[in-house]
């Protein structure tokens, strides 16, 4: 069974880089086939994709947030990461980071649990 | 960009209700939809892909259909632990996602 586990800080201090890490087991990501992915979700409000990468390290990001935002991949360590820079209060959300299927029907078929971030001085 | 709408945003209906949502493409993403429910403090649960494909493991009275640019889903018996959020998400214009708003159900 695919587990995936978000990690890092809850609370980010207003024009910092918030960074994040997915940890991934049961599954290999260098065994390719799957879009690793972050996805946000404002306090009470919908899911917004923020970006993916896949296991040989492409990645393509959500063009409302592709300049502040960096999604790297470290195989060795089945983790990916995200790093979203100049943050603001508008930034402030649980982060989901999981799994999309790269071939045939592309849903999310696990996630981890989500991290609250506090964007706040 | 393709935007998603669901209608209604929230519902209440009684245990036992068929209950109706739907999600509208703003241009044809074929069948490219799939559909997920959120409770509470939870990560999202893929129920429905492909527009009307059951993901394994999810309760028959959920369903989904549509392509193009209108979808349905639906709870043919609404039970006390359908109680969440639901949202489409279209996959057509890759390689990016998006979500529709989201339909919050509620028991009357």
Not at chain 1, 7 to 30: A, E, H, N, W, Y
Not at chain 2, 5 to 22: F, N, Y
Request: hydrophobic share 30%; glycine share 10%; aromatic share 12%.
């Amino acid at each position: 069974q695919v587990q995936l586990q978000e990690s890092g800080p809850g609370l980010v201090k207003p024009s910092q880089t918030l960074s994040l890490t997915c940890t991934v087991s049961g599954g290999s990501i260098s065994s390719g086939g799957y879009y690793w992915s972050w996805i946000r979700q404002h306090p009470g409000k919908g899911l917004e994709w923020i970006g993916y990468i896949y296991y040989s390290g492409s990645t393509y990001y959500n063009p409302s947030l592709k300049s502040r935002v960096t999604i790297s991949v470290d195989t060795s360590k089945n983790q990916f990461s995200l790093k979203l820079s100049s943050v603001t209060a508008a930034d402030t959300a649980v982060y989901y980071c999981a799994r999309a299927q790269a071939a045939g029907a592309r849903y999310f078929d696990y996630w981890g649990q989500g991290t609250l971030v506090t964007v706040s001085s | 960009d393709i935007q998603m709408t669901q209608s209604p945003s929230s519902l209440s209906a009684s245990v036992g209700d068929r209950v109706t949502i739907t999600c509208q493409a703003s241009q044809d993403i074929s069948n490219y939809l799939n559909w997920y429910q959120q409770k509470p403090g939870k990560a999202p649960k893929l129920l429905i892909y492909d527009a009307s494909n059951l993901e394994t493991g999810v309760p028959s009275r959920f369903s989904g259909s549509g392509s193009g640019t209108d979808f349905t889903f639906t709870i043919s018996s609404l039970q006390p632990e359908d109680i969440a959020t639901y949202y489409c998400q279209q996959y057509d214009n890759l390689p990016g996602f998006t979500f529709g708003p989201g339909t919050k159900v509620d028991i009357k």
